[in-house]
């Protein structure tokens, strides 16, 4: 399956922005989605799940409670909400996708996703 995430700029803190990340070249409704992010010298964390159905999601301490992440089956898409950033929130944001297991309806570890979009960037200014 091919990602493809946009949405990404620059914002002035406690501004918001909505990632989206399009699928292609397979099922979507068969694939776990996750949100990640990676500021420089960092290592990619993990910011936010959805489960195949959307009906469990879940989110890193840190965006809980600013971040909604959401996903439409018709339109192969994956949504994140960014409400409230701030300049922590400044990197390089991936979409990513596995397919679903009947153990795990949300994952949150990198390693365990398949396949990768590009990354948008989002910068947020004091």
């Known amino acids: 399956v091919q990602l493809q995430a946009c949405g990404g700029g620059l914002v002035q803190a406690g501004g918001s922005l909505r990632l989206s990340c399009a699928a292609s070249g397979g099922p979507f409704i068969t694939y776990v989605m996750g949100w990640f992010r990676q500021a420089p010298g960092l290592e990619r964390e993990f910011v936010a799940s959805i489960s195949w159905s959307g009906r469990t999601t879940g989110y890193a301490d840190s965006v809980k409670g600013r971040f909604t992440i959401s996903r439409d089956n018709y339109k192969n898409t994956v949504y994140l909400q960014m409400n409230n950033l701030t300049p922590e929130d400044t990197a390089a944001y991936y979409c990513?996708?596995?397919?679903?297991?009947?153990?795990?309806?949300?994952?949150?570890?990198?390693?365990?996703?398949?396949?990768w979009g590009q990354g948008t960037l989002v910068t947020v200014s004091s």
């Open positions: 990513a996708a596995v397919l679903r297991s009947p153990i795990r309806a949300i994952i949150t570890t990198p390693k365990d996703y398949d396949y």
